[in-house]
């Protein structure tokens, strides 16, 4: 088989490209790139999930094809929103991580698929399993809304049972999570996860899952400001209940 000048002239470029890349790489950063197919903006937004919520990080251009590149850096580790318009998902990178992206533009948070982040890929699969959740809330409402008023003592009887039964495997999958993944950066995000609105882990009848993964973290992270945070949340409702207990 005969290969023209023009595909080893190709490879070149490519393998060039790809070496330049990784040397921009600094020792103190992660790379994120991807495509988004029929992007509703014109950009990504990175923000840094901090104690005190969202904290804008860095705004990430698409080019007319909804291709993007930036190399990010990081102090420690720690995680992101990418934001897509009203869209985001979450990412838990590493240093020196090639993370690469793709999504449709119309559902960015319910398409994306991620490569070369093992911790945010993690969070895709229980991103996926909320998302399903999500939906099977939306189909029962809209089940209830349309019913028939004569049928309706029966619909809503069958609905509640849907309901419980899906917030019970919510929390199975969402604790199993937990457990399976101890000392990683993610497991806070599944603490905090909400159901129907409502904290899936509320601290009041959840300490010993709160407690669970801040000693994961504390193993692993121990210094790391998340950790802090959790650290310090729990000292402080646990002082509350003591105060309140005197009374």
Not at 71 to 81: A, D, V
Not at 97 to 106: F, L, M
Not at 173 to 184: E, V
Request: charged letters at 25%.
């Amino acid at each position: 088989m005969k290969i023209s000048r023009k595909f080893f002239f190709v490879l070149f470029i490519f393998f060039f490209v790809s070496c330049k890349e990784n040397k921009e790489l600094k020792n103190d950063s992660f790379a994120l790139s991807g495509a988004i197919s029929n992007p509703t903006e014109q950009y990504l937004i990175l923000s840094e999930v901090g104690k005190s919520g969202f904290s804008q990080n860095d705004t990430i251009s698409l080019d007319k094809e909804g291709v993007f590149s930036k190399n990010i850096e990081m102090q420690e580790p720690t995680l992101y929103s990418l934001a897509l318009g009203n869209e985001y998902i979450i990412i838990c990178p590493t240093i020196g991580e090639q993370i690469s992206i793709k999504a449709s533009g119309s559902n960015f948070s319910g398409t994306y698929n991620i490569e070369g982040s093992p911790e945010s890929e993690l969070l895709k699969e229980l991103n996926k399993e909320n998302y399903n959740v999500r939906l099977s809330l939306k189909s029962m409402s809209e089940e209830l809304s349309k019913a028939d008023t004569a049928k309706l003592d029966s619909i809503r009887t069958s609905i509640i049972e849907k309901y419980t039964s899906t917030k019970q495997y919510q929390e199975k999958i969402t604790s199993d999570f937990i457990n399976k993944n101890l000392g990683s950066l993610t497991t806070l995000i599944a603490l905090y996860r909400t159901f129907d609105g409502f904290a899936l882990f509320d601290y009041n009848q959840s300490l010993e899952m709160h407690k669970k993964v801040l000693q994961g973290l504390k193993q692993t992270l121990p210094n790391n400001q998340h950790t802090l945070t959790l650290e310090n949340f729990i000292a402080e409702k646990e002082n509350a209940q003591k105060k309140n207990g005197t009374k």
